[in-house]
C-alpha cells in the first residue's frame, strides 16, 4: 500500500468522520449556541446518518463516486451554511479525484499530490460559494492552513501529508477564539462574535483529523 486514497480509505475516511460528528455532535452544538442558532452539531450529524445510509446502498465504485455521493447527500440533506459548503467541498474532492465520467479502463489521479490538488479545489468551491477569506471566523480559517500544510508535506506521502493537514486545522479552528465573525449568523454578533471557538472551524478539524485517521499506516 503507497498510502494511496484508494476507495477503503475514503471509505474509512467518511465513516470515521461519520463516527467524530456524532460523538462530537453535543460540543459542536454548544459552540454554535454561543455565536450562532445551535444547530451546527444537529445538522451535520443529521447529514452524515444519511451519507452513511447512502454508502450503505451501493458500493462505491471509486474514491471520487463515494466522496461525491458524500457531497451531494450533504447539500441535500444538511440545513444551514455548513451543508452546502461541506456538500460543495466533498463534491469537489470527489470531481478531482474521478477519471472523466469513471471511464472503464481509465486510471484515477492517486497519490498524495493527487489530494493535495484535491483538496485545494475542495477548499475553493467552499470560497467560491461563501465567499470567506483566512480571518473571516468561518471553517476557512481551518481549510486553508490544512490544504496548505496537506500540499507542503505531499512529498512525505499521504499519511504524513494527511497528518499535517490535520495538525493544522486543529491549529487554525483555536485560532479562531479571538476573532470577530465576518460571515455567517456569527458576522449579525459583531465584535460579540469573539471570544469563542467558530463552530465550523472545529468541525473542518474533524474532517481532517478523520483523514489522518483514515490514512494512517500503521
Ligand atoms: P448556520 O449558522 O447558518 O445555522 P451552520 O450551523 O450550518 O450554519 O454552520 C455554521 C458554520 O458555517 C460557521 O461556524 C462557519 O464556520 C461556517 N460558515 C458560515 N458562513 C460561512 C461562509 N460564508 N463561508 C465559509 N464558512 C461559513
Ligand atoms: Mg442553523
Known amino acids: 500500500m503507497d498510502g494511496t486514497l484508494d476507495t477503503p480509505r475514503a471509505e474509512a475516511w467518511i465513516r470515521t468522520l461519520a463516527t467524530a460528528v456524532a460523538a462530537h455532535e453535543a460540543e459542536l452544538t454548544a459552540l ?32 471520487g463516486a463515494l466522496l461525491t455521493t458524500t457531497g451531494s447527500t450533504l447539500i441535500s440533506r444538511v440545513g444551514g451554511a455548513s451543508g452546502p459548503l461541506y456538500g460543495s467541498a466533498f463534491r469537489a474532492v470527489g470531481h478531482a ?41 468561518t471553517m476557512v480559517d481551518a481549510f486553508a492552513p490544512a490544504v496548505d500544510a496537506f500540499r507542503a508535506a505531499a512529498g512525505s506521502g499521504t499519511a504524513a501529508a494527511a497528518q499535517a493537514a490535520a495538525t493544522a486545522a486543529r491549529k487554525g479552528a483555536d485560532a479562531t477564539v479571538p476573532l470577530v465573525a465576518r460571515k455567517g449568523r456569527a458576522s449579525y454578533l459583531g465584535p460579540r462574535s469573539a471570544g469563542h471557538l467558530d463552530p465550523g472551524a472545529v468541525s473542518t478539524a474533524l474532517l481532517f483529523e478523520a483523514l489522518a485517521e483514515a490514512c494512517r499506516e500503521d
Request: aromatic content about 2%.
Open 32 to 63: 454554535h449556541a454561543a455565536i450562532g442558532d445551535g444547530d451546527h452539531g444537529s445538522n451535520l450529524r443529521r447529514g452524515f446518518d444519511a451519507v452513511l445510509a447512502a454508502l450503505g446502498d451501493v458500493p462505491a465504485a471509486s474514491p
Open 97 to 137: 479525484l474521478a477519471t472523466p465520467d469513471e471511464e472503464p479502463g481509465s486510471r484515477p489521479p492517486t497519490g498524495a499530490q493527487a489530494l493535495a490538488a484535491a483538496l485545494a479545489e475542495g477548499l475553493a468551491a467552499v470560497q467560491r460559494l461563501g465567499g470567506a477569506q483566512p480571518g473571516d471566523k
